[in-house]
């Protein structure tokens, strides 16, 4: 069974800085893509930054420059550090990856609980 666990949620005033982490566990034999979505109130899940498997990071234009997508130094975990933060970023942040199960041959898609971060003074 395969989990992606996250953390680094939280309220943070705008200008802040947070950064979220999400580590895939269980019988991985491979992973695809990892990435970040974000949901806010009233909007549809939208792609924040995600690795492809060609190895390019892609972000989403209101997040450039300010968001960066990273590898971590622990196997399968990944970051992303949110700095210049502002209210519209509020939303719940979902880990996103797409893993190659053990004893499987395609990838499934998965994601992570969701972890809450509000930008307000």
């Known amino acids: 069974q395969v989990q992606l666990e996250e953390s680094g949620g939280g309220l943070v005033q705008p200008g802040g800085s947070l950064r979220l982490s999400c580590r895939a566990s269980?019988?991985?034999?491979?992973?695809?893509?990892m990435g970040w979505y974000r949901q806010a109130p009233g909007k549809q899940r939208e792609l924040v930054a995600a690795?492809?498997?060609?190895?390019?990071?892609n972000y989403a234009d209101s997040v450039k420059g300010r968001f960066t997508f990273s590898r971590g130094n622990i196997k399968n975990t990944v970051y992303l550090q949110m700095n210049g933060l502002k209210p519209e970023d509020t939303a719940v942040y979902y880990c996103?990856?797409?893993?190659?199960?053990?004893?499987?041959?395609?990838?499934?898609?998965?994601w992570g609980q969701g972890t809450q971060v509000t930008v307000s003074s």
């Open positions: 996103y990856a797409d893993i190659v199960a053990t004893g499987t041959y395609d990838g499934t898609h998965y």
């Open positions: 269980g019988s991985i034999r491979a992973i695809n893509t």
């Open positions: 690795l492809t498997s060609d190895g390019i990071t």
